[in-house]
């Protein structure tokens, strides 16, 4: 995985809260065996109408926030199923980063396995990305730090080992394999059934 | 161990635990499970003792293995089965399974080639102990008291009835754990919902489940490991704990747990695949050490008594937007989200649900689709019929529980009411195999999300117990199932 340091990009506003995995990527494309290739599906429902044309009114259908990277969600986004198919499908579309005020446990840990930043902000700052669709932001993540326009920056936590691996573009399996002496010293400690 | 097992979070206070060295359910197995504990920089590893592998979320995981040289680092834990796009229809005269399409197809293929090439037990189409993945584990004895489990699908909570902790992970975490039978985790809070008193007669586990998450709310157990206990947990039978076990994540928690009890170990006693003999002996011996050693070792808990709930449904497009069946629907004044799901759902604040028409009822999923769900059903369904125009399917869990209901006569209650009876699987839980509502339509059905479009495009969906879905089966129009059976 490449390295990742900084995403500057305009914001996309979905402010819907709990934001499930089936709708990020609905149920019927999950029969893939690659990773490769979900953008076109990502939001599909809201996206299409039954005939599979666009819908106008939906937000990635709109012009203006075609190449945005930044997705700005409401809370809770990526709850229900446990599909690494939904930031797949995420990154894919193009996404870089998805900022909220609260992320699903495994939505999140599938995401900065992927290099889709989750990016936790404030109420406040959450209302004032909320209100103003299309503005340009910086998220560094060496320095833990969102920056809107007007040059405030907030601070945002992240698992020190995701930050780590991101930053370095390290894979957690290396780090896992390199583990092997313990795991086989922890396997003699087992209950034999 | 005490010091090393600290999380190294600045903002966290130790736990009671650690100043007491009392220790709940979760934290026993837990620290029972350590490679290595977690330290400010890196999270703690965590051994798995069972990975349950199905069709959709491994191929990407072998795929790693394949490009990587690796090997599976302990296939004899790893087991698998197919059960979320596959039809539920019977194979045909010449025994040929037709799939939805090509694709669907293929992907089962693909966890055969996998299986083989790894060395993995897998209980395909065809095997009598397949079904879904949280039905068969359970039933096959590999679900233990005090085990990790993990698997690429978020119900895994279901096995947490056992006492174990159990939890679903992405794809890239299934591919860790091919490889290395380990995980990289962050030690989860505890949450301690204690459910008092005696379920009412005609009120289930399923809407007991669905009167916590009411209650929580669909983040309330974000970050957390829930640990339902009290009376009430005692008296449920262990088909009845994984109901409640299993709709855990749809509170966003982690994990839902158990303290394991003689019900427990009834259930597994001479399971195929429970320890036998002296091995059973030792294990019962470790199995009665994991609960709680006190009740004030939780880092947040909240209570419920339970014998004045009533049959709960769900009205809106998540599973915390549920009501007693009476009740009528809130009103969703100056709030948005509830006014959006009321549009998808096509209801109105303040309406009541009862005697709402349906067009399917569903009974089926690893919420309530095991032997003692099925007698709920059929017991209403008998010397009944189908309201003209509702379809009905009924699916079992796993191949064993539709042999049973056959040896029961089930089968022939629920055809002879007019509802199908097919082959196991996920089915309309998640409409991935041609199960699916249409657009506009509703549906009772016993599954776990009520998501928009969740079973199907455009599909609207009612979550609620068997007793429940088959009440409306025979009405047409959203039931309680007590004005049928009576409440005594
Ligand atoms: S029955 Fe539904 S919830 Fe359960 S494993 Fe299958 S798809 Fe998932």
């Known amino acids: 995985m490449k390295p990742i340091r900084v995403v500057e990009s305009t914001t996309v506003v979905l402010p819907n809260a709990n934001v499930d995995t089936d709708q990020i990527i609905p149920a019927r494309f999950l029969t893939v065996t690659t990773r490769h290739g979900l953008g076109q599906r990502l939001f599909a429902d809201w996206r299409y109408d039954k005939e599979g044309n666009p819908r106008p009114d939906f937000v990635l259908n709109q012009k203006d926030t075609r190449g945005a990277e930044v997705l700005v969600a409401g809370d809770n986004f990526g709850c229900g199923s446990s599909r690494e198919h939904a930031p797949w499908a995420l990154l894919d579309y193009g996404f870089r ?20 930043l989750t990016v936790v902000v404030d109420e406040e700052t959450h209302r004032a990305l909320l209100a103003e669709p299309g503005i340009e932001v910086a998220i560094d993540l060496e320095a833990q730090t969102l920056r809107l326009p007007n040059g405030k920056e907030v601070t945002f936590p992240i698992d020190a080992f995701a930050r780590f691996c991101l930053l370095n573009g390290k894979d957690e399996l290396d780090f896992l394999l390199e583990q092997e002496s313990s795991i086989a010293e922890h396997e003699k400690t087992l209950p034999s059934s | 161990m005490l010091s090393a097992a600290s999380t190294g979070k600045g903002d966290e206070k130790p736990s009671k635990a650690k100043a007491t060295g009392s220790r709940t359910l979760f934290e026993k197995v837990w620290n029972a499970h350590l490679v290595r504990p977690e ?3 890196t999270p703690a590893l965590l051994y798995v003792d069972v990975h349950l592998v199905h069709e959709v979320t491994s191929p990407q995981a072998f795929d790693v293995l394949r490009q990587r040289d690796l090997r599976v680092r302990r296939p004899e834990r790893t087991v698998a089965t197919m059960d979320h796009s596959t039809p539920t229809s019977p194979p045909g ?64 909570s279901t096995h947490g009835a056992f006492g174990a902790l159990a939890f679903g992970i992405g794809t890239t975490e299934v591919g860790h754990v091919l490889a290395s039978q380990c995980l990289l985790q962050r030690k989860p809070q505890t949450f301690a919902i204690r459910l008092n008193g005696t379920l009412p007669v005609g009120v289930t586990a399923k809407d007991l489940i669905l009167a916590v998450i ?36 749809e509170a966003g928690a982690r994990a839902g747990m158990m303290a394991p009890d003689d019900v427990t170990f009834e259930y597994l006693a001479a399971r195929p695949l429970a320890p036998q003999g002296p091995a059973w002996d030792e294990a019962l011996a470790r199995w009665r050490r994991l609960p709680s050693d006190s009740e004030s070792l939780y880092d947040r808990e909240v209570s419920l008594e339970v014998s004045t709930l009533e049959p709960m449904i769900t009205y809106g497009t ?29 209801l109105k604040p303040g309406q009541p649900l009862l005697g709402h028409p349906v067009d399917v009822v569903f009974i089926g999923s690893c919420t309530n689709a095991r032997i003692s769900d099925l007698r709920l059903a059929a017991n209403v369904f008998k010397g009944r019929k189908v309201a003209s125009g509702v379809r009905v399917l009924v699916v079992s869990g796993s191949q064993q529980v539709k042999k049973q209901a056959e040896t029961e006569g089930l089968d022939r209650i629920f055809r002879e009411a007019g509802a199908e009876w097919r082959e196991p699987g996920c089915s309309m839980c998640i409409a991935m195999n041609g199960d699916r509502l249409e657009p506009g339509q509703y549906a009772v059905s016993t599954s776990n999300r009520n998501f928009e479009g969740r079973q199907g495009s455009g599909g609207r969906t009612f979550l609620a117990s068997p007793l429940t879905a088959a009440a409306t089966a025979v009405t047409g129009r959203i039931t309680d199932a007590r004005e049928i059976l009576g409440r005594s």
């Open chain 1, 97 to 116: 980063a998805v900022v909220s005020t609260r992320f699903a446990d495994i939505f999140r840990s599938n995401a900065l396995k992927n290099g889709l």
């Open chain 2, 318 to 346: 998540n599973p915390g937007m549920a009501i007693p069946i009476g009740s009528p629907l809130p009103d969703t004044e100056r709030e948005p989200a509830m006014e959006k799901a009321l549009q998808y759902m096509g």
């Open chain 2, 214 to 249: 009411a209650k929580i709310g669909v983040h309330g157990g974000t970050g957390h490991v829930l640990e339902y206990r009290g009376s009430c947990v005692r008296s449920l039978s262990m088909e009845e704990r994984m109901t409640v076990c299993n709709m855990s994540i």
């Open chain 2, 39 to 41: 330290n400010q920089d």
């Open chain 2, 93 to 156: 005269a010449d025994g040929r399974i037709v799939f939805l399409d090509r694709q669907a197809e293929s992907q089962v293929r693909q966890l055969e080639r996998n299986c083989q090439e790894f060395g993995i037990r897998l209980y395909p189409l065809g095997s009598d102990r397949q079904g879904i993945v949280h039905v068969i584990g359970p039933e096959l004895g590999l679900t233990q008291p005090g085990m990790t489990i993990v698997c690429g699908d978020s119900h895994t």
